[in-house]
């Protein structure tokens, strides 16, 4: 387990990333999108991911699909 110092150490030195949730046409989580959108970002080697909500979509989602973003 990390220790909130250990933590502390390792956000305060890389990358921190808000990626956007990916959202389909009827406003529903695209899980697909989404994971590529990780993918993507992967290279670039973040730190921490801050998902479902960092960019405002929290407000979007419903629990479940909350849920299913932290999954992906």
Known sequence: MTTPQ???SIVSEGLLS???T???QNGDFNAKGYAARLEWL???GATAL???GGTGEFFSLAPQEY???IRT
């Open 6 to 8: 250990e933590l502390k």
């Open 18 to 20: 808000f990626p956007v």
């Open 22 to 24: 990916d959202f389909d």
């Open 42 to 44: 992967a290279p670039y």
């Open 50 to 52: 801050f998902a479902a």
């Open 67 to 69: 849920s299913d973003v």
